[in-house]
């Protein structure tokens, strides 16, 4: 058996063969208005309340404070170095804050810590008001953002989630706003996974207690107004997989971190996600028809990577699909056929088999040849 065939083969066990399908205990009571379990790399859903409903984000509002800043981090219009004037706004601001003076200026990267670590409001408007020149103004850009990220139950005020009329998003957008963080600001994100950080003589602690009990988590941020109860958006790596975990108005600080363990762990638990098939790999070799080749490879434009119940792997089920007849000329990345993965009968992944190469039509005798073929094969079936 060809190697090719021997992966297939392994991954091809049924769920029937087995004798059981897929056992997963149902997910926790969470106590929360809104929350939600993801699966980073693969969007997998794994436990969902009321995710696209629109709530008071309290501070959770800073992680696309942060966002703005990674994005014209990277478009060289700031630096890290950059010495931001404190205006009295900035300093005058209530609720949490990083303890800068009116009148001075701070490094921006002290600044981003500040936001990120202590959750200052007064950190917060004065990079809003660094980057785009008001708070206002900064909001604008906010709202550009999150409609370019998908984020549609979404509306930003301000820079640091203080109480204002319409000022809203759901777990869904922050899942997603998170993800965008997580992969395109990565030393953006590396920040959300620091515990301490001192300003001055002022030393406080991430807000994010998670930090202290799960070594896995590496963000993200807290929040919390009247109105919005205790929020917490986290995240944590374990074996390769990525979970992101959103919960919305729970009661206390404590059942904010107690709510957002218990999704995590039926996550990590239960699930596992695996790259089953590289990209650009031929996975079939299949037969064409009116091309200089008798044969074509197919493969996958992307890597298949899945989330699937943990200790299942052996009962997947892989399906090459493809047409009877395949015809030239194709180019390559052209669609030819479907990989569809299925689990105790349930479809998990769909995704194109696409050719590898170039197939050129034939000669005019080659094509002859096969039109004949082909004739008296559909004659005979």
Known sequence: M??????????????????????IPPPPNVAASSYLLLEADTDKVLVEHNVNEALPPASLTKVMTTYVAGEELAAGRITLDDMVPISVKAWRMGGSKMFIREGTEVRLEDLLRGVIIQSGNDASVAVAEHIAG???AFADMMNHHAAELGMV??????????????HVTSAWDLALLTKALINRHPDMYSIYAERTFKYGDIEQNNRNRLLWRDQTVDGVK??????????????????????????????SDEA?????????????????TRQLYEAHVPLKQAEIFYGENSEMKLGLREAAVLTFPRGHYDDLEAELETPRIIEAPLSKGDEVGELVLRLDGETLYRAPLVALEDEPESGFLSRFGDFVYLFFRELLE
């Open 134 to 136: 008001s708070e206002d």
């Open 222 to 251: 807290t929040g919390h107004t009247e109105e919005a109860g205790y929020c917490l958006v986290s995240s944590a790596e374990r074996d390769g997989m990525r979970l992101i975990s959103v919960v919305m108005g729970t009661d």
């Open 153 to 166: 139950n979404t509306l930003f005020r301000n820079a640091t989630g203080w109480p204002a009329e319409g």
């Open 2 to 23: 060809s190697r090719l065939l021997l992966l297939i083969a392994l991954v091809c066990h049924s769920a029937a063969a087995s004798g059981a399908g897929p056992v």
């Open 256 to 272: 904010r971190m107690r709510e957002s363990q218990k999704l995590l762990s039926y996550g990590f638990r239960y699930f596992e």
